[in-house]
């Protein structure tokens, strides 16, 4: 029993004196090795439908929106505000009255 108790003690004086071994490069798995990531696609501006103008009896298309900000890449109601006020200042006399066409651009 004594013999059995020393070589119990001696093995796990030689164990805890051993160093610890790290994990070498040629194994599969390791948490320290960050995984290859993927691609999320950019999502696709949507062209809004044309825009019919009472006024001038015209139809003026919409411009694309340049960068939305919304979440997944919608275009906010601030964003379509900025991009009808920009429209009313491409169409100029076409737009006819301003007031009303950037009222319809954004409500539309």
Same mark, same amino acid.
């Given at each position: 029993?004594?013999?059995?108790?020393?070589?119990?003690?001696?093995?796990?004086?030689?164990?805890?004196?051993? /160093?610890?071994?790290?994990?070498?490069?040629?194994?599969?798995?390791?948490?320290?090795?960050?995984?290859?990531?993927?691609?999320? /696609? !950019?999502?696709?501006? !949507?062209?809004?439908?044309?825009?019919?103008?009472?006024?001038?009896?015209?139809?003026?298309?919409?411009?694309?929106?340049?960068?939305?900000?919304? /979440?997944?890449?919608?275009?906010?109601?601030?964003?379509?505000?900025?991009?009808?006020?920009?429209?009313?200042?491409?169409?100029?006399?076409?737009?006819?009255?301003?007031?009303?066409?950037?009222?319809?651009?954004?409500?539309?």
């Amino acid at each position: 029993m004594r013999d059995r108790l020393m070589a119990l003690l001696a093995l796990t004086l030689v164990v805890s004196v051993m /160093p610890a071994r790290a994990q070498s490069d040629d194994e599969r798995y390791s948490i320290m090795r960050p995984e290859k990531g993927t691609q999320t /696609p !950019q999502p696709r501006a !949507q062209m809004p439908p044309p825009l019919y103008v009472p006024q001038t009896g015209q139809m003026l298309p919409n411009l694309p929106a340049v960068a939305p900000s919304g /979440p997944g890449g919608r275009e906010t109601t601030q964003d379509r505000a900025a991009r009808c006020a920009h429209q009313v200042g491409v169409y100029g006399q076409a737009a006819g009255d301003r007031n009303s066409y950037i009222g319809s651009c954004i409500n539309q």
